[in-house]
Nanobody
């Protein structure tokens, strides 16, 4: 079965940086659109960033533009989320997700078929 395993979360002070890593297995990774989502306490899960299967297209929610960067290494079946200038409002569980349909560029929350278990990011003020 498909596995997505996130790592790299932790506690960081405001203004600091973290890099999240998602390792995928048992999935045609290079042909899958990948995304990062997050869920803060008491809130719904929301989109953060996505990268198309062709790697040429990236998408970000407005609140992270200029601070977060998504990238992928198809040779390693891995997707990354570099997070800089972190703010307390970035505190959440971050989830890696895969579209599941090869060559489908959609990254919407209700389209993503496979999900990791999440990694907690806590930003202190």
């Amino acid at each position: 079965q498909v596995q997505l395993v996130e790592s790299g979360g932790g506690l960081v002070q405001a203004g600091g940086s973290l890099r999240l890593v998602c390792a995928a297995s048992r999935i045609p990774f290079s042909s899958n659109t990948m995304g990062w989502f997050r869920q803060a306490p008491g809130k719904e899960r929301e989109f953060v960033a996505a990268i198309g299967w062709s790697t040429g297209h990236t998408y970000y929610t407005d609140s992270v533009k200029g601070r977060f960067t998504i990238s992928r290494d198809n040779a390693k079946n891995t997707v990354y989320l570099q997070m800089n200038s972190l703010k307390p409002e970035d505190t959440a569980v971050y989830y890696c997700a895969a579209n599941g349909s090869p060559y489908d560029n959609r990254w919407y929350l209700n389209v993503m078929k496979y999900w990791g278990k999440g990694t907690l990011v806590t930003v202190s003020s």
